[in-house]
T-cell receptor, first 113, second 112 residues
Framework: KAGVTQTPRYLIKTRGQQVTLSCSPI?????VSWYQQTPGQGLQFLFE???????NKGNFPGRFSGRQFSNSRSEMNVSTLELGDSALYLC????????????FGQGTRLTVV | DAKTTQPPSMDCAEGRAANLPCNHS???????VYWYRQIHSQGPQYIIH???NNETNEMASLIITEDRKSSTLILPHATLRDTAVYYC?????????????FGAGTRLTVKP
């Protein structure tokens, strides 16, 4: 069974640009969550999607957005990139059953210059 | 979700048991204790979770105190590949909620 796939693995963008990251969950999983990891702030929850609906959102500005498609694949978008957006962006998928674990992808390393 | 407190770092000799403590004194009755670990620059990996009974799987054992205010993750025979940051998270696993609040974790270093 394939794991969680995130693309691209590495990305370099310029300040002011926008970026779209992709996450393909484990087959059959309906929930996808996104996290940002930086050395200073650690792992922080961005948002969660379940059956194409955002169910929960962390404390991030509106420049961070996401969506989920009918096949459960998810994308997150960051507009007007700032230097502080440089981070490892992680996606996690879960089955939809109560009391189960989340499986994380390898992440996308975004560098904003 | 209840807050957790973990030591920032620990060392363990290869082949010995690694005991990683977690304090969650404000845990409520329906919150579970989850453990994840993150090996350098990889995504976090699920290890184990439990409510009040001790749990064991192929990776580790989880010991939760009777009052549920603290727990210990035990890696019975640590190897160099167990060197990672270990996160203890307390949460209510309702439906499929993947909103996990990670703390700073414990950086475990397994030494030869």
């Amino acid at each position: 069974k394939a794991g969680v796939t995130q693309t691209p693995r590495y990305l370099i963008k310029t300040r002011g640009q926008q970026v779209t990251l992709s996450c393909s969950p484990i087959s059959g999983h309906r929930s996808v969550s996104w996290y940002q990891q930086t050395p200073g702030q650690g792992l922080q929850f961005l948002f969660e999607y379940f059956s194409e609906t955002q169910r929960n959102k962390g404390n991030f500005p509106g420049r961070f957005s996401g969506r989920q498609f009918s096949n459960s694949r998810s994308e997150m978008n960051v507009s007007t990139l700032e230097l502080g957006d440089s981070a490892l962006y992680l996606c996690a998928s879960s089955s939809g059953q109560v009391n189960t674990e989340a499986f994380f992808g390898q992440g996308t390393r975004l560098t904003v210059v | 979700d209840a807050k957790t407190t973990q030591p920032p770092s620990m060392d363990c000799a290869e082949g010995r048991a690694a005991n990683l403590p977690c304090n969650h004194s404000t845990i409520s009755g329906n919150e579970y204790v989850y453990w994840y670990r993150q090996i350098h620059s990889q995504g976090p990996q699920y290890i184990i979770h439990g409510l009040k009974n001790n749990e064991t799987n192929e990776m580790a054992s989880l010991i939760i105190t009777e009052d549920r205010k603290s727990s210990t993750l035990i890696l019975p025979h640590a190897t160099l590949r167990d060197t990672a940051v270990y996160y203890c998270i307390v949460r209510v696993p309702e439906y499929n909620n993947n909103d996990m609040r990670f703390g700073a974790g414990t950086r475990l270093t397994v030494k030869p």
